[in-house]
Every structure is written in structure tokens, then in C-alpha cells.
Nanobody, 118 residues
Framework: QVQLVESGGGLVQAGGSLRLSCTAS????????MGWYRQAPGKQRELVAR???????TYADSVRGRFTVSRDNAESTVNLQMNSLKPEDTAVYYC????????????WGQGTQVTVSS
């Protein structure tokens, strides 16, 4: 079982920046990928950014060029630097960690609210 502890988030004006951090209880060896998802009211949870142990990165089209995901394998930590925030980025952001050869085991943080005012 992997426990994820998130920090960051909050309220920011459009055009501002926020940084989210997430630390996993499991060792970096067992975690193959970490990332961030978000869920806005009335919408499905969606991928924001994901990074594998080998540094392969995936971004949602809506955040590419504005958000940067990074990972410290030694600390089992994943960060999300969010710049040029827009009101449509408002959502609950969830940290995710994946284990297994097929990334089939998923673990989630409790979620942190990000609100961008116009």
C-alpha cells in the first residue's frame, strides 16, 4: 500500500503561479510513475501530468507549456509547477502513484483544491 501526502494548492489570481508537491510512503524502487490528475465540479477526473521513473513525461494539451512536472526519485516526490494559471484550471488536484509492470496498481492522495480567480 502506498500513501501519498500532498501539499500546496490554494487561491490565486489568473496569471499567477502555484506549486504542488506530493511525497509517497513507498520507496522509489517500487513506484514506476507518479503524476497529477484533477477533477472540476461536474466533470470527470483527468490527467494533468505524469512522469515515469525513466523520466518520460506526459502532459494534458490544456496545460502543456504552462505546467511542469518533476520527480525526485530518491525522495519519492513529485512536484507540479503551475504557471500562467487560468480560471479553467480550478479543480481538486490529486496525486497519483503507479506500481506494477503494467502500471496497474494506482494509489491516490486525498486531493488539494486549486482555485483560480478571474
Amino acid at each position: 500500500q502506498v500513501q501519498l501526502v500532498e501539499s500546496g494548492g490554494g487561491l490565486v489570481q489568473a496569471g499567477g503561479s502555484l506549486r504542488l508537491s506530493c511525497t509517497a510512503s513507498a520507496s522509489a524502487v517500487s513506484i514506476r510513475a507518479m503524476g497529477w490528475y484533477r477533477q472540476a465540479p461536474g466533470k470527470q477526473r483527468e490527467l494533468v501530468a505524469r512522469i515515469t521513473t525513466h523520466g518520460e513525461v506526459t502532459y494534458a494539451d490544456s496545460v502543456r507549456g504552462r505546467f511542469t512536472v518533476s520527480r525526485d526519485n530518491a525522495e519519492s516526490t513529485v512536484n507540479l509547477q503551475m504557471n500562467s494559471l487560468k480560471p479553467e484550471d480550478t479543480a481538486v488536484y490529486y496525486c497519483n502513484a503507479q506500481q506494477g509492470l503494467s502500471y496497474q496498481f494506482n494509489f491516490w492522495g486525498q486531493g488539494t483544491q486549486v482555485t483560480v480567480s478571474s
